[in-house]
């Protein structure tokens, strides 16, 4: 499955950013997807994540309340709606595709994400 970010930008704190993630190559409904970000130096970092059908989503808690994830299954995108960001938000913002389908648990470390996209940069000013 190849996947393509989009819609990062400079962005003032306390703004808002709407990312996509078009995704093609297989059927996109039974994937479980994940955004993950990161910054120099730094390991990659989960975000949040949505099951297959949107049955569950879970959330970094760095970002709990602030961001949510959607996808739309007709237009095999995944969205991330970034609200409140704050300067610690800057990063590089990844969207992957789980190996594998999950109901509920969804899994928050990288190695458990097959597919990845070249990201997306966002940065927040003060």
């Known amino acids: 499955v190849q996947l393509v970010e989009s819609g990062g930008e400079l962005v003032q704190a306390g703004g808002s950013l709407r990312l996509s993630c078009a995704a093609s190559g297989r059927t996109f409904s039974s994937d479980t997807m994940g955004w993950f970000r990161q910054v120099p130096g730094k390991e990659r970092e989960f975000v949040a994540g949505?099951?297959?059908?949107?049955?569950?989503?879970y959330y970094a808690d760095s970002v709990k309340g602030r961001f949510t994830i959607a996808r739309d299954d007709a237009k095999n995108t995944v969205y991330l709606q970034m609200n409140s960001l704050k300067r610690e938000d800057t990063a590089v913002y990844y969207c992957?595709?789980?190996?594998?389908?999950?109901?509920?648990?969804?899994?928050?470390?990288?190695?458990?994400?097959?597919?990845w996209g070249q990201g997306t940069l966002v940065t927040v000013s003060s």
């Open positions: 992957a595709a789980a190996a594998r389908a999950y109901d509920t648990q969804i899994p928050t470390t990288a190695p458990l994400y097959a597919h």
């Open positions: 949505i099951s297959w059908a949107s049955v569950s989503t």
